[in-house]
C-alpha cells in the first residue's frame, strides 16, 4: 500500500482531511490537480471572486491556536485572501509534503485482494500515468469543481479569445478596449458583471436564466473588530457548531405573516443591508411557505426596479421561475446598477436564444452580437460530477454512475453502498453548498477519520453502507427537501437542472447542519449502525 489513506483535493475539506489523518498517525498520499493548494479557491479567480459568506466563519475552527493567528481584513473575503489562508493553513501544519500536485486522477478501483483502493493518476504537464493504493479512499473533491463547458455549436471558431471563470488564467486577461460577451448569470457572472463592464469597451450579459442579488456590504473589518473577533471566536464557533446553516445567524423571531406588514418590512429591510446570502433566510418559514416567501421575493424585486432604470430591463433581470433562495442566492457589487451603464446590454436567452458561437461574436435568433472575447460563467456540473467523472468501481464491479443512475444514494451524503472504505466529502445527500462548507468539512472528516480508527482498533478491512440504510437515508434526504420549496427551482444546479441529461434530484440535504451533524453522531454513537463492517 502506498498509504494508509488517499485524499484528492487541496482545498480546504482535503487539507483539513489530510491534516487530521496526519495527526492521527495514518499515512497520507494527497493529490491534488492544481500546481498548488486552494481547491475551489485556486480555480475559481475571476474579477470580484469572492466568498458569500462572512469571512470570519468561513474559516477553520478545529484549532484555537489558527484561528488566532490568522486576521481577516474584509467582511467578505476576496478570492486572493481566502486563498492566501488556505496557503498559510498549509505552510504551518506542513501539508504540502503530503501531496503531488498537477496531477489528475483517471480512475479509481476496489482491489479486495489487496483490500484498498487503488487510485490511477496521470501527471497534468508529463503526461505519465501512476497507480497508487491505500486502503481508505476520501474524494474531497468539491461541489463546485468539474466545469460546466457547454456544447454551443461554432464554439471551436470564435476567432478570439474564451476565458472560463472557473479555470480563470493567473495571469488577469486585459479586457481594457475590448468588447466582451459573458455567458451566465449565477453567483460568478453575477460578481464579474460590474467589473468586466469598467474594464471592457463594451460587455454583452446573456442571461438564460436570471436569479436574485443582494448587494453585499462589504467593507474592512476594523482593528477594533478584528480584536473583538478573536476574542469572541469561541462563542461564535458555540453557537455555529449546531445552528442550521452552521454560522452563528438566525432568522426574526415571528414567522413572515405573524409580523405585521411594517415590521416584516423593516426586518426585510435590515436583511438586505447586511447583506449577503442571509437575506434568503429572513424569516424562519421563508423557504417553506409560499406565502412567505412572496413577500421577500416581492420586497427583493421591488429593489431591482428601483436600481434599473430601463423598466424592460428591470423586467428581464427578475426571475420567473422560482422562488427567491431556492436557487442560491447570488450577492453582488452593483450588478444591478451595472445594466444602467451605456456600454452593457442585456439579451434575454429565453427571447432570443443562442443559435451559435460565430468566428466574430455570439449569434442569436435575433442578431448577431460582435465580440473580441466571450467568458463563460457558466457553473458546474455540480454535487456529483467530480466524482462521477472518477467513477470510482467497487469490489462487485458496481460503479459509481451506475449505482447513482437514478440519483445519488448515499450514507449520510458520505459513503455508498457497493463502494467500501470510499468516502465523498460534501458529497450528496449532505447539507454541504446549503451549510458554511468550512465546518461542514469539519465534521465530516471527523466523523470519517473516527470511522477509520475504529476499523483499525476492530481488525476491520471494510467499512460499506448496508443498501437498506443508504435507501433509508436517501429518502429522507428527499422527505427533507419536500418540506422546503428548494425542489420548485426548476432551473437549479441543486437539482442538476444546468446539465444536459442529468437526473432532477434535489441534491444536498435540507434538513439543516445542526440536524445533519447530530445524525452523524447518533450513527457513531451506536457503533456505526447502518454500515457493514467486514474481516478478512
Ligand atoms: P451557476 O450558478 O450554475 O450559473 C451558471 C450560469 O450559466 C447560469 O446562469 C446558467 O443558466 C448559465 N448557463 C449554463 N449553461 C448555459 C448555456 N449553455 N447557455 C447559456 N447559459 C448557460 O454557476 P456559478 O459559477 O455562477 O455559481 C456557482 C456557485 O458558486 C454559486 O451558486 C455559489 O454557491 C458559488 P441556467 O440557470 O442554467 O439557466
Not at 476574542?231 to 455555529?240: A, D, L
Not at 415590521?263 to 429572513?282: D, H, M, N, Q, Y
Not at 460563467?377 to 451506475?402: E, V
Not at 437549479?492 to 439543516?512: C, D, H, Q, T, V
Request: charged share 25%; hydrophobic share 40%.
Amino acid at each position: 500500500m502506498t498509504a494508509d489513506v488517499i485524499v484528492i483535493g487541496a482545498g480546504f475539506a482535503g487539507l483539513y482531511a489530510v491534516r487530521r489523518a496526519v495527526s492521527t498517525g495514518l499515512s497520507v498520499l494527497g493529490i491534488e490537480a492544481a500546481p498548488d493548494v486552494g481547491g475551489t479557491w485556486y480555480w475559481n479567480r475571476y474579477p470580484g471572486a469572492r466568498c458569500d459568506v462572512e469571512s470570519v466563519d468561513y474559516s477553520y475552527s478545529f484549532d484555537e491556536a489558527l484561528q488566532q493567528s490568522w486576521t481577516w481584513s474584509e467582511r467578505f473575503a476576496a478570492q486572493p485572501e481566502i486563498l492566501a489562508y488556505l496557503r498559510h493553513v498549509a505552510d504551518r501544519f506542513d501539508l504540502r509534503r503530503h501531496y503531488r500536485f498537477g496531477v489528475d486522477v483517471i480512475g479509481a478501483e476496489f482491489d479486495q485482494e489487496a483490500g484498498g483502493w487503488r487510485v490511477r493518476t496521470r501527471d497534468i504537464s508529463q503526461g505519465g500515468e501512476s497507480s497508487h493504493a491505500a486502503q481508505f479512499f476520501v474524494c474531497a473533491t468539491g461541489c463546485l469543481s468539474a466545469v460546466n463547458r457547454p456544447d454551443i455549436p461554432g464554439a471551436d471558431d470564435f476567432a478570439g479569445d474564451v476565458y472560463f471563470t472557473a479555470a480563470w488564467p493567473r495571469e488577469d486577461p486585459d479586457l481594457r478596449g475590448k468588447r466582451v460577451g459573458l455567458i451566465g448569470t449565477g453567483s460568478s457572472g453575477i460578481q464579474a458583471v460590474p467589473i468586466i463592464a469598467g474594464q471592457a469597451e463594451r460587455l454583452v450579459v446573456f442571461q438564460r436564466s436570471a436569479n436574485y442579488s443582494i448587494p453585499m456590504p462589504n467593507r474592512p473589518w476594523s482593528a477594533e473588530e478584528q480584536r473583538r473577533i478573536r476574542e469572541e471566536y469561541p462563542e461564535r464557533r458555540r453557537m455555529s457548531a449546531y445552528a442550521s446553516a452552521g454560522t452563528p445567524h438566525g432568522t426574526y423571531h415571528k414567522k413572515a405573516l405573524e409580523a405585521d406588514p411594517d415590521e416584516r418590512i423593516e426586518a426585510l429591510w435590515r436583511r438586505w443591508r447586511e447583506g449577503g446570502v442571509l437575506f434568503a433566510k429572513t424569516f424562519p418559514d421563508q423557504n417553506s411557505d409560499p406565502a412567505a416567501n412572496d413577500v421577500a421575493r416581492e420586497f427583493a424585486e421591488e429593489r431591482i426596479r428601483e436600481i434599473v432604470h430601463d423598466p424592460v430591463v428591470a423586467a428581464d433581470l427578475i426571475p420567473v421561475d422560482h422562488p427567491i433562495g431556492t436557487k442560491r442566492i447570488c450577492t453582488d457589487a452593483g450588478y444591478y446598477a451595472t445594466f444602467n451603464r451605456d456600454n452593457v446590454r442585456l439579451v434575454n436567452l429565453r427571447r432570443e436564444p443562442i443559435d451559435a458561437i460565430v468566428p466574430e461574436g455570439v449569434r442569436t435568433g435575433a442578431a448577431t452580437y460582435p465580440c473580441d472575447v466571450l467568458v463563460f460563467a457558466t457553473g458546474f456540473d455540480a454535487l456529483t460530477g467530480a466524482l462521477t467523472r472518477i467513477d470510482p468501481s467497487g469490489p462487485r464491479g458496481a460503479r459509481l454512475r451506475d449505482i447513482w443512475a437514478d440519483g445519488p444514494v448515499t450514507f449520510l451524503g458520505l459513503m455508498v453502498p457497493g463502494l467500501p472504505n470510499l468516502f465523498t466529502i460534501s458529497g450528496p445527500g449532505s447539507p454541504s453548498v446549503l451549510a458554511n462548507m468550512v465546518l461542514h468539512a469539519e465534521v465530516q472528516v471527523d466523523w470519517v477519520i473516527e470511522l477509520m480508527l475504529t476499523a483499525r482498533r476492530l481488525g476491520v478491512h471494510e467499512v460499506e453502507p448496508r443498501r437498506d440504510a443508504a435507501d433509508a437515508w436517501t429518502e429522507h434526504v428527499a422527505k427533507a427537501a419536500e418540506q422546503t420549496l428548494f425542489p420548485k427551482a426548476s432551473s437549479s444546479w441543486y437539482l442538476g437542472a444546468n446539465i444536459e441529461g442529468k437526473k432532477r434530484i434535489f441534491m444536498p440535504y435540507a434538513g439543516g447542519f445542526g440536524t445533519y451533524r447530530r445524525h452523524c453522531e447518533a450513527v457513531a454513537d451506536q457503533n456505526y449502525a447502518g454500515l457493514v463492517l467486514t474481516t478478512r
